[in-house]
């Protein structure tokens, strides 16, 4: 079992920059691909970004390509999402998750409870 919990969200002008955080439990973080997904109002869950669990590769939508930025620091048991040239349309609940290799939501097994980051014109 992996407990998740996001933080860092919060109200941002466009073009300005956020850090999302997500702390998980358990001894075994390290062996997960860690993602990032979002979904705003009326929208599907869609993928952001991931991150293998050595951090040795990582994979961006290509909506945020260039523009954000995931790390993990697997001492800390902790895996990040730096946002940078935020846009109006990143408006969204941010949900960090631990499974597999994948673009999918459904090969995520264990899912935070989200983070609201709002982009204002």
């Known amino acids: 079992q992996v407990q998740l919990a996001e933080s860092g969200g919060g109200l941002v002008q466009a073009g300005g920059s956020l850090r999302l955080s997500c702390g998980a439990s358990g001894r075994t973080f390290s062996s997960y691909t860690m993602g990032w997904f979002r979904q705003a109002p009326g929208k599907e869950r869609e993928f952001v970004a991931s991150?293998?669990?050595?951090?040795?590769?990582?994979f961006y939508a290509a909506s945020v390509k260039g523009r954000f930025t995931i790390s993990r620091d697997n001492a800390k048991n902790t895996v990040y999402l730096q946002m940078n040239s935020l846009k109006l349309e990143d408006t969204a609940v941010y949900y960090c998750?631990?499974?597999?290799?994948?673009?999918?939501?459904?090969?995520?097994?264990?899912w935070g409870q989200g983070t609201q980051v709002t982009v204002s014109s």
């Open positions: 991150i293998t669990g050595s951090g040795g590769s990582t």
């Open positions: 998750a631990a499974g597999g290799w994948s673009t999918s939501p459904n090969v995520y097994a264990f």
